[in-house]
């Protein structure tokens, strides 16, 4: 089956400074990569997400990028604000259900 | 409703006893899921419906866990037996089948002492 490796666990960075996350995924046959941020009594929300015919997409100040051949994705947070600091997950899926990364806590430094 | 509903927010049981989570989707999603989420680790997939059927129970960790769906609507998450590992919350997701993109609850914080 799937598997979704995600790097890094934990992430600093100054406000205003960008941040990047990636993940590795192993089924070639994947072609759905959404990004979710887990905030403490917000639940989990999409906040970006790819398909596999594409190779990048923004929204703002959030980016996502898809290398297929490579089998890798990543999300791009730039101008980053405190606000921004929370766990983020990406996921894989083919068919049914999404498969998660372990999930990256980012924390921004005001 | 506007969002994914799940009751109770928090639960605290003692070993051996039974718990029941709901979860209440959003209205018209046919496709819904649970995960399970322990302290500090990521989502792991438990169980999932198409309607009220579930396709693909292969997550559920052992036999104590069961899940039902009626009406296309709520679902219930039942754990018998509880013990000290069942401990983590417990989320759960609707989407759209087929539209990718699940819109998830707050989650279920089960603590089991």
């Known amino acids: 089956g799937e598997n979704v490796e995600q790097h890094p666990s934990t992430l600093s960075v100054q406000e205003g400074d960008s941040a990047v996350i990636k993940c590795t995924y192993s089924d070639s046959a994947s072609n759905y990569f959404p990004w979710y941020k887990q905030e403490l009594g917000k639940g989990s929300q999409l906040i970006i997400d790819i398909r596999s015919n594409v190779g990048e997409k923004k929204d703002q100040r959030i980016a996502v990028t898809l290398n297929k051949t490579a089998k890798h994705f990543s999300l791009h947070i730039t101008e980053t604000q405190p606000e921004d600091s929370a766990v983020y997950f990406c996921a894989a899926e083919k068919d049914t259900p999404l498969v998660f990364g372990k999930g990256t806590r980012l924390s921004v430094i005001a | 409703g506007a969002g994914v509903s799940q009751s109770p927010s928090n639960k605290v049981t003692e070993k051996g006893k039974d718990v029941e989570l709901r979860c209440d989707p959003i209205?018209?999603?046919?496709?819904l899921y649970w995960y399970r989420q322990r302290l500090g680790q990521g989502l792991e997939f438990l169980i999932y419906?198409?309607?009220?059927?579930?396709?693909?129970k292969s997550g559920l960790p052992s036999d104590r866990f069961s899940a039902e769906r009626t009406g296309e609507s709520v679902s219930t998450l039942t754990i018998q037996r509880t013990q000290q590992e069942d401990s983590a919350v417990y989320l759960c997701a609707s989407s759209l089948e087929g539209v990718g993109g699940y819109t998830f609850g707050s989650g279920t914080r089960l603590t089991v002492v």
């Open positions: 209205s018209g999603h046919t496709a």
């Open positions: 419906f198409q309607g009220n059927s579930a396709p693909d």
